[in-house]
């Protein structure tokens, strides 16, 4: 079955930093682009931030960029969102997401996990 | 506010057809032929239903369709069902900083 979990959200105080991951499972990790996208709770959707299939191109939403940085580890089949100087806006559930392709060209997202919510609160 | 425009409700009765738009610009949807569709039910994650303007993943009902014409893309939902009531998101590849943006959710009620 394919796939996507997350994990690492929870409680975290403004200016902290916190670690979200993704267990991918079910299709050929490393054959994809993967993507982070979070949601307000009642509200729409917001892409995060992206990576190609072998990490080697990155790419964020002007709202994280300089504070997240995404990675991957294709041995393991795992993606991850280090998250910097967290804001009150950064509060949401993100969700993990797999690309239709390898590169980040078409920023389409076929198979998406749960998501793990982050509250950002003092 | 995003780059993208989509209507915030529309509705139908069963067995109707349904078209929600999503406009852009000449920096999202009108530069490329990278629009996808997602529907979302409450407390569920969202789902792909079409990408790259008009195709359809494998498993999606061939009652959704997308077409684009300048900058403006379009759902169409035909054969209105019960279970289509849910949220519909637009997303476009974006020239700029930002290579992703969603539309703001156009939520459809069958009536």
């Known amino acids: 079955e394919v796939q996507l979990v997350e994990s690492g959200g929870g409680l975290v105080q403004p200016g902290r930093s916190l670690r979200l991951s993704c267990a991918a499972s079910?299709?050929?990790?490393?054959?994809?682009?993967m993507h982070w996208v979070r949601q307000i709770p009642g509200k729409g959707l917001e892409w995060v931030s992206g990576?190609?299939?072998?990490?080697?191109?990155?790419a964020y939403a002007d709202t994280v960029k300089g504070r997240f940085t995404i990675s991957r580890d294709n041995a393991k089949n795992s993606l991850s969102l280090q998250m910097d100087s967290l804001r009150a806006d950064d509060m949401a559930l993100y969700f993990c997401?797999?690309?239709?392709?390898?590169?980040?060209?078409?920023?389409?997202?076929?198979?998406w996990g749960q998501g793990t919510m982050v509250t950002v609160s003092s | 506010q995003s780059a993208l425009t989509q209507p915030a409700s529309v509705s139908g009765s069963p067995g109707q057809s349904i078209t929600i738009s999503c406009t852009g610009s000449?920096?999202?949807?009108?530069?490329?032929?990278?629009v996808s569709w997602y529907q979302q039910h409450p407390g569920k994650a969202p789902k792909l239903l079409i990408y790259?303007?008009?195709l359809r993943p494998s498993g999606v009902s061939n009652r959704f369709s997308g077409s684009k014409s300048g900058n403006t893309a379009s759902l169409h939902i035909s054969g209105l069902q019960a279970e289509d009531e849910a949220d519909y998101y637009c997303?476009?590849?974006?020239?700029?900083?930002?290579?992703?943006?969603f539309g703001p959710g156009t939520k459809v009620t069958v009536l």
């Open positions: 000449s920096t999202n949807i009108g530069a490329y032929n990278y």
């Open positions: 990576i190609s299939w072998n990490g080697g191109i990155t």
């Open positions: 079910g299709f050929t990790f490393d054959d994809y682009a």
């Open positions: 790259d303007v008009s």
């Open positions: 997303s476009s590849y974006t020239i700029g900083t930002t290579p992703s943006v």
């Open positions: 997401a797999k690309d239709v392709q390898q590169e980040l060209e078409e920023y389409a997202f076929d198979i």
